[in-house]
């Protein structure tokens, strides 16, 4: 068979290239990853100034953007030689998402003056309630008999556990975690809603609150889906000049309503098949995001969370890796899975790990990435590579080998550490698969100052790097893809949350 003697002769190359590159005795024999010269620069430079350009508008999950994106990969993928392994004989999988939101023709006055809902004031969470009643001013936690039937408004707390100085959306973290605390502890008091006056650093994730919290919630639209998540009186954040117009005995008036809604997203799924007959019925997945932020409030003049690093880097990189399988195909089968609706909360990865369009025992391993083009050009992290995060120390083995051969990155351990404030580890799409009981690593970067702004331009990008980084994930699923056995799951992994 043609195809036994390429590799044969692939790894008599790859022995003569180890004599050179000293390797380490350990090191198991593999076949050198032959296509890893079809992974250029400039296809890379190109695709990702296409995917996050200004005119992909963000590729919000669950909007006609992400729709837009979804075809332009698609077409990309046909484009280099990839096949359709979606539904139906397409590249798409469609789910459905539930999501909540509160109804454009909701109203918050004080005095029978209007407050501008998500200018002035911001909903923690979606929520239905009329609100007719006088404003109660406390301190802190207040007096509980004081607040009965009443609004309750109080200057917000800093939480009990400041998130530590430097964590991504630092501020954001903040008030968020001041808010849950604070209206916890008020809700005992059975108030009819809870305003809470913005502190100097609540008041700096103003333009966040307004972009995320206004958003709602979404779900995959599951049983349930449709109920909103929890009940109780509205809470509120306020700007810290509304303290004035919140005097005591006021009248404060809330009509809240709630509208839910069911909308499409879609997986993109492309397949190059193995050469093996014996397992090309195999897959190793290699996954993305296409979705990021869309569009919001601008910050310094730009409304388009544009997500170049997050994640057009990885969905350009698979396009890359594509091309190269497609070039010299692997004996097992190489599957190719641009989630959707990342940002929403892990939603396309979720539900394709549980309705694959392959057999589900046939995934072999699951490489992720997310974020790959930014910080020092020589570093870099595997997540997913030390306990408890790690599930295969076979699957974590070949991609520290792949890399001590071919791209050489420092890796910072310190990310897998479960005591690390960013949690970083349960953040991204291999995550619902690592649950599922299938190998799976995480390749990134890291974060950075830009991440979840306007400003993750592709400007920005290291395409140097982010070509070596698609090098790496590329040798790393050539070597599953050409090993004897599968990577197993370590017996006893058991994740700590
Ligand atoms: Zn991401």
Redesign the pocket.
């Known amino acids: 068979m043609p195809h036994t003697r390429s590799i044969a002769l692939a790894a008599m190359l790859a022995l003569a290239a180890g004599t050179a590159v000293a390797q380490t005795p350990r090191a198991a024999p593999s076949v050198a990853p032959p296509a890893l010269g079809a992974i250029t620069r400039e296809e890379l430079r190109r695709d990702l100034f296409a995917m996050s350009s200004d005119s992909m508008r963000g590729r919000e999950g669950a909007t006609q953007d992400e729709l837009r994106a979804s075809v332009w990969v698609a077409e990309r993928a046909r484009q280099a030689g990839m096949l359709p392994a979606g539904d139906d004989g397409t590249y798409f999988q469609f789910f459905s998402l539930r999501r909540i939101r509160q109804t454009a023709a909701s109203t918050v006055a004080v005095g029978g003056a209007p407050l501008a809902l998500w200018e002035d004031a911001v909903l923690l969470s979606p929520v239905s309630a009329r609100v007719d009643a006088p404003i109660a001013r406390v301190e802190g936690a207040g007096g509980a008999g004081a607040m009965e039937g009443r609004v309750v408004v109080a200057r917000l707390r800093a939480p009990t556990r400041i998130p530590p100085r430097g964590v991504s959306l630092w501020e954001w973290r903040y008030a968020l975690g001041a808010m849950r605390e604070q209206s916890t502890a008020l809700r005992a008091g059975n108030p009819a809603a809870i305003v809470l006056v913005a502190d100097t650093v609540a008041a700096a994730a103003f333009g966040r609150m307004q972009h995320w919290q206004r958003e709602g919630l979404y779900r995959l639209d599951e049983p349930g889906a449709a109920a909103p998540r929890a009940a109780g009186p509205p809470v509120f954040l306020v700007h810290p000049e509304m303290m004035e117009r919140l005097a005591d005995g006021a009248r404060f008036t809330a009509d809240l309503g709630l509208e839910s809604f069911v909308y499409p997203s879609v997986n993109v799924v492309a397949r190059v098949a193995g050469t093996d007959p014996r397992l090309r019925g195999e897959h190793v997945l290699f996954s993305a995001?296409q979705d990021?932020d869309g569009i919001g409030e601008p910050v310094n003049g730009d409304s388009i969370w544009n997500?170049a690093d997050?994640?057009a880097t990885?969905s350009v990189a698979l396009l890359a890796i594509g091309r190269a399988f497609a070039r010299r195909p692997g004996r097992r089968s190489a599957l190719f899975v641009w989630h959707g609706a990342?940002?929403r909360g892990l939603l396309g990865s979720r539900w394709y790990s549980a309705h694959p369009t392959v057999p589900r025992e046939s995934l072999v391993a699951v490489l992720n990435g997310?974020?790959i083009g930014r910080n020092h050009p020589d570093s870099a992290a595997l997540l997913g590579s030390i306990p408890p995060h790690r599930n295969s120390t076979a699957l974590v083995q070949m991609a520290l080998d792949a890399n001590r051969r071919h791209t050489r990155f420092l890796l910072d351990n310190s990310w897998d550490d479960p005591a690390h404030p960013e949690g970083w580890y349960f953040?991204?799409?291999h995550l619902p698969y690592a649950r599922a009981g299938i190998p799976a690593i995480f390749f990134t970067t890291l974060l950075h100052p830009d991440y979840h702004t306007p400003e993750d331009e592709p400007e920005r990008i290291d395409i140097a790097k982010l070509t070596r980084m698609t090098q790496w994930m590329y040798a790393t699923g050539w070597a599953v893809a050409n090993a004897a056995q599968r990577p197993r799951v370590d017996p006893g992994f058991k994740l700590e949350r």
């Open positions: 995001h990021h997500g997050d994640n990885v990342e940002e997310d974020m953040r991204s799409d």
